[in-house]
Nanobody, 115 residues
Framework: QVQLVESGGGLVQAGGSLTLSCVVSGSMLRQLGWYRQAPGKEREMVATIASEGTTNYQDSVKGRFTITRDIAKNLVYLQMNSLKPEDTAVYYC???????????WGQGTQVTVSS
């Protein structure tokens, strides 16, 4: 099975920075990503990184957020700079398992950006 555990959320003022981390256990993972869900809204993709390193970002975070992975440590990070109140949401780590043919989710970590 695949397990994902996020950490690093918290409260930050607008313009500040946070780094989210996700420990990933499991093999044959094709893609890792970060998603977020704000109150009353649907979950949305924030950033993804493929097994070969290709990254993809939601337009609203381009230039501000960076997704990286440390394969040796089984970690995926989301560096978030110039945070805005509209970035407030629960952030979820996500992985697609080739072995099991499905997506897996972490438990989520709250990010709150005050104005």
């Amino acid at each position: 099975q695949v397990q994902l555990v996020e950490s690093g959320g918290g409260l930050v003022q607008a313009g500040g920075s946070l780094t989210l981390s996700c420990v990933v256990s499991g093999s044959m993972l094709r893609q890792l990503g970060w998603y977020r869900q704000a109150p009353g809204k649907e979950r949305e993709m924030v950033a993804t990184i493929a097994s070969e390193g290709t990254t993809n970002y939601q337009d609203s975070v381009k230039g501000r957020f960076t997704i990286t992975r440390d394969i040796a440590k089984n970690l995926v990070y989301l560096q978030m700079n110039s945070l805005k109140p509209e970035d407030t949401a629960v952030y979820y780590c996500n992985a697609y398992s080739i072995k099991y043919g499905r997506y897996y989710w972490g438990q989520g970590t709250q990010v709150t950006v005050s104005s």
